[in-house]
Each structure stands twice: as structure tokens, then as C-alpha cells.
């Protein structure tokens, strides 16, 4: 994963010590319900598009960023769906630099479902539902977490 130069920096003045970071992402449904997930390059896992937040970034724009960083998407409206933290958000980069996220997660129904790829981030994208993720697809923790309360919000909002 590409680091900002902002983190670069970060990560100059502290060394590998836990660096505590805001970061936002999205849980983007197509109109069938299905979300967008993204298989990571780092980690081989698959997970909702997001990432940290730059100097004098909004949440909201730090997810649209991110987003069409990764996927090439422009999104329509975004709900925000909470914020999370704690253990299940701490990632391990390899060579001892573990950062802990706070993520503020947006949801929102795409206009489109055609996706472009940062290849050099993200190796493949899909489209799926509560019960694929339950049978077939491995998530890093923090998706245990994010992942209902956004299937929970699409239930709530489309098909109530």
C-alpha cells in the first residue's frame, strides 16, 4: 500500500511505534443489494475501499477520494453509517509499523458498476451479498464490524 507523503513523514518522526490515524471508506451497493469489495495487494484479503485521511481532508471527501482512488467510482450521495475503531482496526504493514484507524463509513447505492482498478493497491473487485461473505470470501476483522450495520443500513433505506 502507497503511503502519503504526509504518513511518510509521520512515519520518519516516530519510527514503527502504533500511529493512531482518522480514515474513512465506503460500503457501495450496487441496485441488487450486492456491495463492492476489494481483494488488497498487501494482504490478499477483501474489504470495503477506504483509507486515511489527508490534511485538512472532510471525511466524506477522504472516502470519495479513496474510492475513485481505488475503483474509479464517483458515487452519488453518501449516508454515514458510524464510526469504528479499536483492535479489529489495527493493521500490521510488515517491518514492525502498525498503524490503529478510526474510520468514519459512509454507504451509499452506485450509479454505476463499472469498476477501474489501482492495480498497484487492488488486484480484483467483486459484487456481493451477506450470505457470500459468510460462505466463501476471507475479510480483515474490521469488516466483522462494518460490514452488517452497512447491509443494515442498505435493508433499512432500499428496502423498507
Known amino acids: 500500500m502507497p503511503w502519503s507523503k504526509y504518513m511518510s513523514d509521520i512515519r520518519q518522526l516516530i519510527g514503527d511505534r502504533l500511529l493512531l490515524t482518522p480514515a474513512a471508506g465506503a460500503s457501495i451497493f450496487d441496485k441488487d443489494g450486492r456491495v463492492l469489495l476489494l481483494r488488497h495487494a498487501h494482504d490478499g484479503l477483501w474489504a470495503t475501499p477506504g483509507g486515511g485521511m489527508e490534511p485538512g481532508e472532510s471525511p466524506e471527501a477522504a472516502a470519495r477520494r479513496e474510492v475513485y482512488e481505488e475503483a474509479g467510482l464517483n458515487l452519488p450521495q453518501l449516508d454515514l453509517i458510524g464510526g469504528f475503531g479499536g483492535s479489529d482496526f489495527e493493521v500490521n504493514y510488515g ?62 433505506v432500499h428496502c423498507a
Open 95 to 156: 517491518g514492525g509499523a502498525i498503524t490503529a484507524y478510526a474510520v468514519f463509513m459512509y454507504a451509499c447505492v452506485a450509479e454505476s458498476s463499472e469498476i477501474s482498478l489501482q492495480r498497484d493497491e487492488v488486484t480484483e473487485s467483486g459484487w456481493f451479498t451477506e450470505s457470500d461473505l459468510r460462505e466463501t470470501l476471507r475479510v480483515p476483522s474490521d469488516m466483522n464490524q462494518i460490514l452488517p450495520v452497512a447491509f443494515a443500513w442498505y435493508q433499512r
